[in-house]
């Protein structure tokens, strides 16, 4: 009986393991990607805001170019008019958990379980789809314990030639990491899994194993 306990323990510990190298996302996917037409040539599309930060635009692009490349595409030769022009963007909001937001207290994270609340705000990520909700930062309760992130990307594949939006997603996770280097580029993985097609059910989960984190 002792060795059957310990031979569980010892797989549940890998079971966990194994869990952190993985990231559940909501996913919502939307296509309107001619059938037939095949991935060719892309180029990103970066919007004033991002011009103006292309140390940021850089980061990001990197962390989406192995899930775009991964669907088919190939970046267009320097000069070249590409076939698809795609835009991205993320969100990456932290707050903090609180006693509040165990069940016991008023059931969880929700209306009431932050009543001696404060906000703090960090530096912004940006992307196709602005405004005042793309950005890095959000509401933290004042009975802090460890910061939770929620993360958010979008991409948007557009016609370069005629401008028509072909396949629109996002994928949303939560987790105890704001992951630019590792969980961004799983959950871009994550919101292409479904090109080109789309999915008849939104939004719907996809786990993905993330990349091991660079040196």
Not at 40 to 66: T, V
Not at 143 to 153: A, D, G, I, K, T
Not at 187 to 205: C, I
Request: glycine share 12%; aromatic share 14%; with cysteine.
């Amino acid at each position: 009986m002792t060795k059957r306990f310990a031979g569980l323990l010892a797989a549940a510990a890998l079971a966990g393991c194994a869990s952190l190298n993985s990231i559940v996302n909501d996913v919502s996917s939307y296509s309107h990607w001619p059938a037939g037409r095949a991935p060719s040539s892309y180029a990103f599309e970066r919007l004033p805001s991002q011009q103006a930060n292309p140390q940021q635009a850089q980061m990001l692009e990197d962390a989406a170019r192995r899930a775009v490349e991964s669907a088919g595409f190939a970046p267009a030769a320097e000069g070249a008019v590409p076939d698809v022009t795609i835009q991205i963007g993320a969100r990456i909001t932290s707050y903090e958990l609180s006693p509040f937001d165990d069940p016991f207290w008023y059931g969880g994270r929700g209306v009431w379980h932050r009543p001696f609340g404060y906000g703090r705000y960090g530096r912004p990520y940006w992307g196709p789809y602005g405004g005042p909700g793309w950005g890095y930062g959000g509401w933290g309760p004042y009975y802090s314990s460890f910061p939770v992130y929620e993360r958010e990307v979008a991409i948007l594949i557009r016609d370069k030639r005629t401008g028509e939006p072909l396949y629109e997603a996002r994928a949303l996770s939560e987790g105890n990491s704001s992951g630019v280097a590792t969980v961004l580029p799983a959950m871009f993985v994550a919101a292409l899994r479904d090109f080109p097609s789309g999915s008849p059910t939104n939004p719907h989960r996809v786990t993905v194993e993330m990349a091991p984190s660079p040196q």
